[in-house]
């Protein structure tokens, strides 16, 4: 992850509308589910650590968090988030079958070709069983944007091919949904053609700050989105995908 995207993240994350919007589709996908009671947690790939801290408010889930940026790590700790430390999804520092939850947001796109299974693999690992693991990633390779290059995003899934994985790493499915739907059609307009037209050079979708009118009537798209997740409802195209797994008892 770029440093400064790191930064731009920890400052926008509370208000701007895509965090705000995905905490609550996320939240709404995982209530439809019923997810057990969980104790220990681990953000694999945690960013700051406003994830890691909702899942605690959410669950009362001892979380810890991960990730491989320095910087980020940082900022879990000015967040409050105190179990934090540098390590790799793809090598753990937990013993096997010592977590209840593993949650895994927008990380699995940015491993190099291949080492997602790998990764996927270590979350089995460390799972309990009856544990979950809760993946979310970037969809659809049309909607790759500058933005997706310039936080150095490898790749963007397919309901099918993640579903494929998990299996292969003997994990139970049992939710999954696209999300981001309503305002895909202004993403795949903007990466297409507008970023195309203008030449855009790669750059940080969450760096500017929008008029409230606008970042407002974007978190709606998402909050009606989380209101039909949380009646049963599941999107088939969208700009990201949603994963609930479990290991079997």
């Known amino acids: ?17 895509w965090y705000q919007g995905m905490r609550a589709i996320t939240g709404a996908f995982l209530e439809r589910a019923q997810p057990p009671s969980f104790t220990r947690g681990l953000d694999a790939g945690c960013g700051t650590g406003r994830n890691a801290l909702e899942f605690t408010s959410r669950y009362g889930v001892r979380m810890t968090g991960v990730d491989v940026a320095l910087g980020g790590v940082r900022y879990c700790r000015q967040r409050g988030l105190e179990r934090s430390a540098v390590a790799s999804a793809m090598e753990l520092p937990f013993a096997a079958e010592s977590l209840d939850l593993v949650t895994t947001l927008d990380v699995l796109s940015h491993l190099p070709p291949g080492e997602d299974q790998r990764a996927l693999r270590e979350f089995y690992r460390v799972l309990r069983p009856g544990g979950w693991v809760v993946a979310r990633v970037p969809a659809f390779r049309a909607l790759r944007s500058r933005h997706s290059q310039y936080i150095a995003e490898q790749h963007r899934y397919r309901a099918g091919e993640m579903l494929r994985k998990l299996a292969a790493a003997r994990f139970e499915i049992l939710r999954w949904s696209y999300a981001n739907t309503f305002l895909s059609p202004v993403a795949l307009l903007k990466s297409r053609v507008w970023e195309a037209i203008r030449r855009e050079e790669p750059h940080s979708g969450v760096a500017d700050v929008l008029p409230g009118w606008l970042n407002r009537s974007l978190l709606a798209a998402l909050q009606l989105e989380a209101a039909l997740l949380r009646r049963g409802v ?11 797994a479990r290991k079997a008892d």
């Not at 599941?234 to 609930?244: D, I, M, N, P």
């Open 1 to 17: 992850m770029n440093p400064e995207e790191l930064h731009n993240i920890y400052r926008a994350e509370e208000e701007f509308w």
């Open 234 to 244: 599941r999107f088939w195209f969208g700009q990201s995908l949603l994963v609930a």
